[in-house]
């Protein structure tokens, strides 16, 4: 079967920095999105990785290793904004969105 | 600013009864999804549609139908609501992007609860 492993939750501090991790089994590989969820919100649209690496947007990063089936989500310099759920969704052979059950990021004072 | 729109944020339906959620996107995108989201899951997909009057069933369709009569309204409609569909439910919409590079735009949910 297809399976996306995340954490269910974890804790940071404002200003820190933390790493939210995506692993993955899934039939064949065609790139890997996360996305943001506030609370009570529409998700949205984060990064897309298809290529191993880490790719950089601002405060946020994402990295991707195919032969590990592994991905991480960095968010640098933590802001009390980034409470949120994040989700990693991978692309299959049939072009089908596999998602994970998110992972509830709470940051503290 | 609003690109897809959901009609109803809250519904409250008795077992038996037809229940309509609308989605309407404003971006002349190709496809739109219908998903429903619970707590400890992934994103199921209900059905989706990759054209006018075109649909597709996702992985979990039973209970479930849809109607894309014109490109931008895609509305999902269960036909006779059960305790079980008691969810959140998201639209999403999408352009067809290179390889697996479709970004999907969602709305910001419908929550239905069915007693």
């Known amino acids: 079967g297809q399976n996306i492993d995340q954490p269910t939750e974890m804790t940071a501090t404002e200003g820190a920095i933390v790493q939210i991790n995506c692993t993955y089994q899934t039939s064949g590989f065609n790139g890997l999105f996360w996305y943001q969820q506030h609370a009570g919100e529409a998700p949205t649209f984060l990064s897309y990785?298809?290529l191993d690496g880490l790719e950089e947007k601002g405060r946020f990063s994402s990295f991707l290793s195919r032969s590990k089936g592994y991905s991480y989500l960095l968010l640098k310099e933590l802001q009390m904004k980034d409470s949120a759920s994040y989700l990693c969704?991978?692309?299959?052979?049939?072009?089908?969105?596999?998602w994970g059950a998110g992972t509830k990021l709470i940051i503290k004072p | 600013d609003v690109k897809v729109t959901q009609s109803s944020r809250y519904l409250v339906k008795r077992t038996g009864e037809k229940v309509f959620l609308e989605c309407v996107q404003d971006m002349d995108h190709e496809n739109m999804f219908w998903y429903r989201q619970d707590p400890g899951l992934g994103l199921r997909l209900i059905y989706f549609s990759y054209d006018v009057k075109m649909k597709e069933k996702g992985d979990i369709p039973e209970g479930y139908s849809v109607s894309r009569e014109k490109k931008e309204r895609f509305s999902l409609i269960l036909e006779s609501a059960s305790t079980n569909q008691t969810s959140m439910y998201l639209c999403a919409s999408s352009l067809w992007g290179e390889g697996g590079a479709n970004v999907l735009t969602f709305g910001a949910g419908s929550r239905l609860t069915v007693l």
């Open positions: 969704a991978v692309v299959d052979s049939n072009y089908q969105l596999i």
């Open positions: 990785n298809v």
